[in-house]
């Protein structure tokens, strides 16, 4: 449990520092950095809450293979089902994804604190830059930390670029994205009732 708090202090005192810069940053346009001849599975986040529709993503697994591999696992399993955006920072990103701490019906002091019960992934680094409807993959400090958590991003955040695994870019819902609740102070901690991922299911 130690060493859970630590991987989630670690997170969001990283995302806190990283995200300060960029609270006034919001795009208007979407990136359409997704290839033409993507083929990949598509991830679809029914998201409740505040927000509500849907979010489709193309998943890059020519980017990022293994990390891809465990996103669709734990979505066919139904393991993202219910799980809270706990860290939201307004022009920066929407964090979720804890799917051993992070249900609705959790322990909100936990929420952020897990990943699934499979080991963590070798980071798949890339050029693909950090621009808005980007999904990467959260970690600790340690850069072979990613598990189940990833992050979706509001506005371009350079800085993050070859620093974390991108997995994936949005195709469509971006009304949504924009509608998910904030979370309050530098780490954007949520207060109060979370939007959620009622449901995540993969295209292929």
Do not use: C
């Not at 520092?17 to 990136?31: E, H, P």
């Not at 734990?74 to 992070?102: K, P, S, W």
């Amino acid at each position: 449990m130690r060493d859970k708090l630590i991987f989630a202090g670690l997170f969001a005192l990283g995302f806190g520092i990283l995200g300060a810069s960029w609270m006034n940053l919001m795009s208007v346009n979407a990136d359409t950095s997704v290839p033409d001849e993507h083929s990949g599975p598509v991830m679809v986040i029914e998201v409740e809450g505040e927000a509500n529709g849907e979010i489709r993503i193309a998943l890059r697994d020519d980017l990022a293979p293994n990390h891809v591999e465990r996103i669709v696992t734990l979505a066919e399993r139904g393991d993202y089902n219910d799980v809270v955006f706990h860290r939201v920072i307004d022009g920066f990103m929407a964090q979720t994804g804890d799917v051993v701490h992070g249900k609705m019906d959790g322990n909100r002091r936990a929420w952020g604190t897990g990943g699934s019960d499979m080991p963590n992934l070798t980071a798949e680094f890339s050029q693909q830059p950090f621009e808005r409807g980007v999904v990467g993959m959260a970690r600790s400090q340690h850069p072979d930390s990613a598990n189940s958590q990833f992050f979706i991003m509001f506005a371009p955040a350079p800085h993050l670029n070859g620093q974390y695994t991108v997995v994936g870019q949005m195709l469509d819902g971006y009304d949504v994205l924009d509608a998910i609740k904030r979370g309050t102070g530098g780490n954007g901690a949520i207060m109060g009732v979370p939007d959620r991922m009622a449901r995540v299911t993969i295209e292929r």
